[in-house]
């Protein structure tokens, strides 16, 4: 409510003094039907639950001011969980961590992915999980040829709805049933429009979570560019070190009349830091095309190489696959309907994943989305622990925009 009353605070000075203000926002309300994998329970993972429900309350307010070449904007994010899940039964004289479900419910279920400044309160207690985060925070400086932000930023760029491994400070959300989210970045960018077809940005980010706001900054500096050479080609490129590895990758894509191809690399060294660890590759290919007025198709499949001294309860990565395959399909039943489904393969596992939702509009600003969200087949691979922590979901949402 602090973070709140500040933003309330800070919008209504900003009006006083006559400069343009936007406030807009959305909230949203789920309830899912959880039903455990099979798998979660012979395995050790202690994830000994067959069927629970949960309860998910969500939203955000998001404001902007601009005054001269100077803009800044906040956004407040509210979240309210609640499921058995987070409090399993003792084991022997031990208390015990919420089930990893719960991550995936609420996934990304860390809104801000670099911080060094202290703009959040999470608690949990018994049943429930409580979050205030302020994950949007920055003031920013327009000219002509260059930009300058500062504070808490979203970083958002690459084509990749399923997985997008050239951006690591915003992961996609298209395999939840979370929307409206975006994580926030604590740092300095600095963007600089060298041509009309070229852009060179320049991110300096920090990083204390890993050590509770104790020791070093982890620090982020990365470069990413965007060059056009033709009106229908344009080549992104990445380079840095970030998350103790030094990275580079690109991204290149070409718009056909009809349709969008898309392809992504990016390599990361063995951590900088004395840990055991191995070199991660990412590569993923995309075709995008609208196929009728109604009839929306994607493709996304690629490889993500599996860190082999992750903990599968990280979820760093939610998509669980090493070689996958998806095929995204949205249709218009009708200007107020519409069904999406979604089928996610790992090629060398055999793990397949579901997803489909269908959206009536109720009014301009209100829908109703039921979904369901299944791994159809298992996978006989034994590496990848995640596969087996995936559960089955059927649940209906309500969201409003403002």
């Given at each position: 409510m602090r973070i709140m009353f500040?933003?309330?605070?800070?919008?209504?000075?900003?009006?006083?003094?006559?400069?343009?203000?936007?406030?807009?926002?959305?909230?949203?309300?789920?309830?899912r039907n959880s039903t455990n994998n099979p798998v979660?329970?012979?395995?050790?993972?202690?994830?000994?639950?067959?069927?629970?429900?949960?309860?998910?309350?969500?939203?955000?307010?998001?404001?902007?001011?601009?005054?001269?070449?100077?803009?800044?904007?906040?956004?407040?994010?509210?979240r309210y969980s609640e499921s058995n899940l987070y409090d399993?039964?003792?084991?022997?004289?031990?208390?015990?961590?919420?089930?990893?479900a719960t991550k995936i419910f609420t996934f990304p279920n860390r809104l801000v992915a670099r911080d060094i400044f202290q703009m959040q309160h999470i608690e949990q207690s018994g049943t429930h999980q409580t979050e205030s985060i302020l994950n949007k925070f920055y003031y920013e400086w327009d000219d002509e040829d260059q930009r300058f932000m500062l504070g808490r930023l979203?970083?958002?760029?690459g084509l990749g709805e399923i997985f997008n491994p050239i951006n690591p400070f915003n992961q996609p959300t298209a395999l939840t049933s979370t929307s409206q989210v975006a994580q926030g970045n604590d740092g300095?960018?600095?963007?600089?429009?060298?041509?009309?077809?070229?852009?060179?940005q320049f991110l300096f980010l920090g990083d204390k979570r890993i050590e509770n706001y104790d020791g070093a900054i982890n620090r982020t500096l990365w470069i990413h560019g965007e060059l056009q050479p033709t009106d229908k080609l344009q080549i992104d490129y990445v380079l840095g070190e970030d998350q103790s590895r030094n990275k580079i990758g690109s991204?290149?894509?070409?718009?056909?009349?009809?349709?969008?191809?898309?392809?992504?690399?990016?390599?990361?060294?063995?951590?900088?830091?004395?840990?055991?660890?191995?070199?991660?590759?990412?590569?993923?290919?995309?075709?995008?095309?609208?196929?009728?007025?109604k009839w929306h198709l994607r493709f996304e499949g690629g490889y993500q190489k599996q860190d082999d001294y992750a903990n599968p309860g990280t979820f760093t990565r939610f998509l669980p696959t090493e070689y996958f395959a998806a095929l995204a399909n949205v249709y218009e039943v009708h200007p107020l309907v519409k069904v999406s489904g979604t089928l996610v393969n790992d090629i060398k596992s055999g793990f397949s994943y579901l997803i489909a939702k269908g959206t009536y509009s109720?009014?301009?600003?209100?829908?109703?989305?039921?979904?369901g969200f299944s791994p159809i087949s298992k996978g006989d691979s034994t590496d990848n622990l995640a596969q087996k922590l995936v559960t089955t979901d059927i649940g209906i949402s309500l969201r409003t925009f403002f």
């Open positions: 500040f933003l309330v605070i800070v919008f209504n000075l900003c009006t006083a003094f006559a400069v343009e203000t936007e406030i807009s926002g959305n909230l949203e309300g789920q309830v979660a329970k012979e395995a050790p993972l202690f994830q000994d639950w067959d069927q629970e429900n949960f309860y998910l309350v969500y939203g955000n307010l998001h404001g902007k001011v601009e005054f001269g070449e100077s803009r800044i904007e906040a956004n407040w994010f509210a399993p039964a003792p084991l022997g004289p031990f208390e015990r961590d919420p089930y990893f979203y970083v958002n760029y300095v960018s600095f963007t600089f429009f060298v041509k009309d077809n070229h852009m060179i991204q290149v894509s070409y718009q056909f009349e009809e349709s969008l191809m898309f392809f992504q690399f990016l390599y990361q060294t063995e951590l900088i830091t004395p840990e055991a660890s191995v070199h991660l590759w990412d590569v993923l290919v995309g075709y995008d095309r609208q196929l009728t007025s109720i009014t301009k600003s209100t829908e109703v989305e039921a979904f």
